[in-house]
């Protein structure tokens, strides 16, 4: 059930590009995407219902692929502020919910 | 303002001991939610609850007890058949009668086995 993210950690300079990967093996009813630092909760970025959606606000942006078994979160010109650990959260049913392992994402100056 | 109210957010624990671990909601959520977080991993659901007295195994939950009493409330236990319960546990809740919508999550607890 849980969908598989990649990568698994990256390493970024100040105004570099990232993208992130979630895949689940079923169609999904929704995506959620989160970005989490440490010791505190997971804060929300967007959701995604739609296949062929895409969505984003400042220089964060996801899509959901036609299927809707597979989503990207893509950040544009880091900032240091984008580091923590970002999470893809599935609903396979509408009901249940599960989270990636996780991407970390360390901002270097 | 309305959240999710999780307590403690520090606890430690003897080995064979029972800990009870508070979730309060005042978003009008029927659907409740509990994960466990390793350093360094994701998320893993425990129990969930879509309705008053009611709840679901998650992926994890031998070693785990919850109840549902009221609609608000969302108490984990852990009991001490869960061999290794040190972590970061993490109460979520979300409205399933709108659909796909918003996960709401509480600021965690640390549970720490001494």
């Known amino acids: 059930q849980q969908p598989v993210q990649s990568p698994q950690a990256v390493i970024l300079r100040e105004g570099e590009d990232a993208v992130i990967n979630c895949s689940s093996s079923k169609a999904l009813y929704s995506v959620h995407w989160y970005r989490q630092k440490h010791g505190e909760a997971p804060v929300f970025l967007m959701i995604?219902?739609?296949?062929?959606e895409q969505k984003g606000h400042d220089k964060i942006s996801a899509s959901f692929n036609e299927k809707k078994q597979q989503s990207s979160l893509y950040l544009t010109a880091s900032q240091l502020s984008y580091s923590g650990t970002y999470f893809c959260g599935t609903d396979p049913s509408g009901n249940q919910f599960y989270f990636g392992t996780g991407t970390s994402l360390t901002v270097i100056p | 303002d309305g959240g999710i109210t999780q307590s403690p957010k520090y606890l430690f624990r003897k080995e064979g001991q029972n800990v009870t671990l508070s979730c309060e909601q005042n978003l009008n959520h029927d659907a409740m939610y509990w994960y466990r977080q390793d350093p360094g991993q994701g998320l893993r659901l425990i129990y969930y609850s879509q309705i008053v007295n009611d709840f679901q195994k998650g992926d994890i939950a031998e070693g785990y007890s919850v109840s549902r009493e009221k609609k608000e409330s969302f108490p984990l236990t852990v009991t001490s058949a869960q061999k290794n319960p040190t972590a970061f546990y993490l109460c979520a809740s979300t409205d399933l009668e709108r659909g796909g919508n918003t996960i709401y999550f509480g600021e965690g607890s640390w549970l720490t086995v001494v």
């Open positions: 995604l219902l739609k296949g062929g």
